[in-house]
């Protein structure tokens, strides 16, 4: 029998080993159950050519040809990933609505011995699950902000509160992107549901009598928008407001964009988006600075002329009594004496 979920926190307490997802690479692309492995039932040409005869020519051409490359896909898998996997092995399988691809390779599964379940509604119901966590039912645990100044070390201090043992949604690693113009971690950000499945599944776990710690943002980090449960709640909640030197700041900054340093055409064409702001003058004297590779004074301006003047009309607008958090410097000590001070807030 499928598997049912009512809560996405059923898919942490499921008895099985692996989740596979058996849609094609683009689909799983576009979105799947954090942690799942691709193993596709038809590839993305093939899921085509099978919709197009399905549609133009003949639907019982089309599922004979179809399981024929099914066939042929799973044998891959069994002969390549699956390869490894003993007697004991347990996958739980899902396709776009739970249908003939979870349910042609469910068996091929069964057969072989491995105790094999699909998901009942498959991606669709998992999908529906997430747009009701993050659209329209209640934050299930309270949020702390932890707000700061471009270079007060925010995300740093997120992961001392987590190896701490609090409760901890890391937007930026989730967006894969650091929340400003010189954010993009990689080539590009994952896809609107992904970010939304990421943070869903991370919401479903959380214990609701402990505070949640979340960086702030604004409503977009990158081109991702937070969803509206979370970012109402974000709005709501109390602000723990850190300050530090700026010299420490700059130190940070140093060591969070290495990305920068490297790649010096990335950095220019960076910061020509700050033309519209600080004008052609003042961006050349930076691009003066990042050309002779003085990348400490580059971003100690950046940090005194760009971003504390936009955090402030910000902050006071958005958080005017948020609690102050003074750090002397930025070294991992302090971090780690601030997280526990934080958790020991009443």
Known sequence: ??????????????????VIDVRSPAEFAQDHIPGAINLHALSNEERARVGTIYVQQDPFLARKIGAALVSRNVANHLEGPLSDRDGGWRPLVYCWRGGQRS????????????????????????????????????????????????????????????????QVIDLEAMAEHRGSL?????????????????????MSQLDPSRPVYIEAESSKIGRLIIPPTLWQA???????????????????????????????????????????????????????LATTQDFRTLAMQLIQTHYDPRYARISRAHAPDAQP????????????????????LP
């Open 325 to 344: 958090i003074d750090l002397p410097d930025l070294s991992e000590a302090t971090l780690v004496a601030t997280a526990a001070r934080i958790i020991a």
């Open 234 to 288: 974000m709005i709501a909640a109390p602000n723990l407001r850190l300050t530090a030197p700026v010299a420490a700041r700059a130190d940070h900054l140093l060591t969070a964009y290495p990305d920068m340093r490297a790649d010096p055409d990335k950095l220019d064409t960076i910061l020509k988006k700050l033309i519209r702001y600080h004008g052609h003058e003042q961006v050349q004297a930076w691009q003066a």
């Open 103 to 166: 349910g042609s390779v469910a068996i091929i599964l069964k057969q072989i011995g491995w105790r094999t379940d699909t998901i009942a509604g498959g991606y669709q119901h998992y999908r529906r699950l997430v747009a009701r966590a993050v659209y329209d039912a209640p934050m299930p645990a309270p949020v702390v902000v932890i707000d700061g100044g471009t270079g007060t070390a925010k995300t740093r201090l997120l992961s001392h509160l987590a190896q701490q043992g609090a």
């Open 1 to 18: 029998m499928p598997i049912e979920l009512t809560s996405l926190a059923d898919l942490a307490n499921l008895p099985f080993d692996d």
């Open 182 to 202: 010189f954010g993009p971690m990689g080539a590009a950000q994952p896809s609107q549901k992904a970010f939304e499945s990421r943070i869903a599944m991370a």
